[in-house]
């Protein structure tokens, strides 16, 4: 992995600006991992894409995390910090698949398929969509039609097939004492933090622009720590 500088965050986070979920994957891991082609990082199961961006977020802003939920039974907020061990689960690779019952294979889903997904008409059948896409085509394959059982079987089958793809955390509220559990995103949170980052460097240069006239590639190119010496010197928050 490839920690990237200040400079390229920047790039992706500008570029991921109004990107969905999926883009905004793929572009932290393009930034990351540069030897490694665009249509290879598309077809990394989810996750496995998870693990990556978790390793990603240990280099940017360390291992230390911190979840916020809303109780379902008071509406309390409830706070959660951990470490990206602790959400760390075994991961699928690419091209793995699962038998859910004799005679159905799926492909674990992909960042491609999260994408075609979000391209989906509101209203649509996403579940079943992304079954379909995953289900690996025979010679008698007709398109796959499921009830409910049929369905949470197969995507329970996915599940543990990529387990990091859908990392759940157990909570329980202070207030009611009510246990419950939350999806943990990797991409939401570190695209969070990213934009948090974004807003705080944005600031700073124009603050030392502002000052001592430099530009900003140049003002990038510091390293955090003169930075923020230079900041420290002429009264500016850090
Ligand atoms: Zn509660």
Redesign the pocket.
């Known amino acids: 992995m490839h920690t990237p500088d200040a400079t390229a965050l920047l790039q992706v986070w500008e570029r991921g600006l109004h990107a969905s979920p999926a883009a905004r994957g793929l572009l932290l891991l393009g930034c990351a991992w540069p030897g490694l082609a665009a249509g290879t990082l598309a077809c990394a199961p989810i996750g496995q894409r998870d693990a990556w961006l978790l390793s990603l977020r240990e280099a940017l802003f360390g291992n230390r995390l911190q979840c916020l939920g809303k109780?379902p039974?008071?509406g309390?907020r409830v706070e959660l910090a951990f470490d990206t061990d602790d959400v760390r689960a075994p991961h699928a690779s690419a091209g793995d698949e699962c038998e859910p019952w004799p005679g159905l294979r799926l492909r674990v889903p992909d960042s491609q398929d999260l994408l075609a997904l979000e391209g989906l008409a509101y209203g649509a059948d996403a579940e079943l969509h992304l079954l379909q896409r995953c289900q690996v085509a025979s010679v008698d394959d007709v398109a796959l039609v499921m009830e409910k059982p049929q369905r949470v079987a197969a995507s329970q089958a996915l599940a543990q097939a990529d387990a990091q793809a859908e990392v759940l955390l157990d909570l329980q509220?202070p207030?009611?004492g009510?246990a419950f559990q939350q999806r943990f995103d990797i991409v939401l949170h570190l695209w969070v933090e990213l934009d948090h980052w974004a807003q705080r460097m944005l600031a700073r240069v124009h603050v030392l622009a502002s000052r001592y006239g430099w530009s900003e590639a140049d003002i990038l190119r510091l390293s955090p720590m003169r930075r923020q010496a230079y900041l420290e010197l002429i009264g500016a928050p850090v």
């Open positions: 109780c039974a008071c309390e509220c207030a009611c009510a």
